[in-house]
């Protein structure tokens, strides 16, 4: 009897370890492979943030800036704000790593027309017209406006977040526990048909100190498609 009450209790630790085994093995698994699948969940589903004034918008010959929001702006983006700061309406054409190369071209022609180049096609997004104010009371930039015809749209959205149980800060209590992907899209389409399509993907840091940190992205997607026909 006393041997098989060990037998029995054997039996049962084992069954215990096996499955803690497999829970851990379950657990190492998600957090290995969770960025992959809310990159997946992303691409069928995001959560809006704030849409952009196209028009008028910004270029210093560094960074585009478009705003402000357009209707409702989701609270906390970044950190407690209650909107978008200007530094958050600010796009480079900096391409992801290893080179962190250009990833499309800008420049104003002589008529004043600001053109966007990238695989070795153009469009123009817009005409000068005056200056618009540069953020963090920076001087003011060359400012421009979309051609007659032209629509355009600039949004911000936010995917699913992520656990990140093993990133760690080098102040107390602000480990980063959580990310998430931030998509910057713009998308311009001119009166004859041409249209062009950008992508910005950027990663948002979470902590318990300072909630969402500003995002920091990269220039992922240039698509021109010329007028049909």
Avoid: C
């Amino acid at each position: 009897m006393a041997h098989q009450k060990r037998s029995r209790a054997a039996r049962v630790l084992i069954g215990g370890a096996a499955v803690l085994g497999v829970a851990l093995a379950l657990g190492a698994l998600w957090l290995g492979s969770a960025r992959q699948l809310a990159g997946l969940v992303d691409r069928g589903t995001v959560a809006r943030v704030a849409s952009l004034s196209p028009s008028p918008f910004g270029w210093n010959g560094t960074w585009l800036q478009f705003g402000p929001p357009l209707g409702a702006v989701e609270p906390g983006f970044v950190g407690r704000l209650p909107g978008i700061e200007p530094d958050f309406r600010v796009l480079d054409l900096t391409g992801p790593g290893p080179l962190y190369a250009p990833a499309a071209e800008i420049a104003v022609d002589a008529g004043g027309r600001l053109a966007l180049s990238a695989g070795g096609r153009s469009l123009a997004l817009g005409t000068r017209s005056g200056t618009i104010p540069g953020y963090g009371g920076g001087e003011d930039m060359p400012g421009f406006v979309a051609e007659p015809g032209d629509a355009a749209s600039v949004t911000i959205d936010h995917g699913l977040a992520w656990p990140t149980p093993f990133d760690f800060g080098f102040m107390p209590g602000a480990a980063t526990t959580w990310r998430r992907h931030v998509y910057y899209r713009l998308w311009w389409r001119k009166a004859s048909g041409a249209r062009l399509d950008m992508l910005w993907v950027a990663d948002q840091p979470y902590d318990g100190v300072n909630l969402w940190r500003a995002p920091g992205g990269f220039l992922v997607r240039v698509e021109i498609r010329p007028a049909p026909g």
